[in-house]
């Protein structure tokens, strides 16, 4: 049984900094491809951002480049999203998500990821 379990959701002015967690067991996390999306009430999920599992190669979506990091530490089978600069806009439930896609792949279409967890909360005030 996989498990993804997020942390690090909570309030914050705009303009400021969070960050989140996913500790994921129950698979080989190294083997894996890991990504954010994000959905905000009454809209869509939306793609954030993904990390390779081999090489740790980044893809991001247009409205979070620049101001986004994710990473990886597969030590800890976590991967992290630190966001920076953050915006009103940016406030939704944060969702941690695996894909089995192989080296050199980074999906960021939901229905190409197989594992999510239960999500958290991020909410940007002005």
């Known amino acids: 049984q996989v498990q993804l379990v997020e942390s690090g959701g909570g309030l914050v002015q705009a303009g400021g900094s969070l960050g989140l967690s996913c500790v994921v067991s129950?698979?080989?996390?190294?083997?894996?491809?890991w990504g954010w999306f994000r959905q905000a009430p009454g809209m869509e999920r939306e793609f954030v951002a993904v990390?390779?599992?081999?090489?740790?190669?980044?893809y991001y979506s247009d409205s979070v480049k620049g101001r986004f990091t994710i990473s990886r530490d597969n030590a800890k089978s976590t991967v992290y999203l630190q966001m920076s600069s953050l915006k009103v806009e940016d406030t939704a439930v944060y969702y941690c998500?695996?894909?089995?896609?192989?080296?050199?792949?980074?999906?960021?279409?939901?229905?190409?990821?197989?594992?999510w967890g239960q999500g958290t909360q991020v909410t940007v005030s002005s």
């Open positions: 998500a695996g894909s089995p896609g192989g080296p050199g792949y980074l999906p960021h279409s939901d229905d190409e990821f197989d594992y």
């Open positions: 990390i390779g599992w081999s090489d740790g190669k980044t």
């Open positions: 129950g698979r080989t996390f190294s083997r894996y491809t």
